[in-house]
Nanobody, 124 residues
């Protein structure tokens, strides 16, 4: 059974930082690229950052580039997202999921595999 468990969200003031984690079980974690997605209230889920299976390639959308850093620890089956200089517009539920080989394509590889998400709320 494949499971993704996101954690690390919370309430933070603008300019603050959070570190999200996503722990994966049920699949060979290091076989897959991974991505972070977010969904704000009333909006569609969007991919914001991705990383290759080895961790050597990363990709960021313009909205988070320079502020967020994605990383992974394959020994721990865990994906991370360090979020700095948070802005109110970063407020959303954050999810992780699997992607294909091209980190620029954040189409979910297994659309049925999502965790429960972790809520990030940034106050102004």
């Amino acid at each position: 059974q494949v499971q993704l468990v996101e954690s690390g969200g919370g309430l933070v003031q603008a300019g603050g930082s959070l570190r999200l984690s996503c722990t994966v079980s049920g699949l060979d974690f290091d076989d897959y690229g991974m991505a972070w997605f977010r969904q704000a209230a009333g909006k569609e889920r969007e991919g914001i950052s991705s990383i290759s299976w080895s961790g050597t390639s990363t990709y960021y959308t313009d909205s988070v580039k320079g502020r967020f850093t994605i990383s992974r620890d394959n020994a721990k089956n865990t994906l991370y997202l360090q979020m700095n200089n948070l802005k109110p517009e970063d407020t959303a539920m954050y999810y992780c999921s699997f992607i294909g080989r091209d980190v620029r394509d954040m189409t979910p590889l297994f659309p049925r595999y999502w965790g429960q998400g972790t809520q990030v709320t940034v106050s102004s």
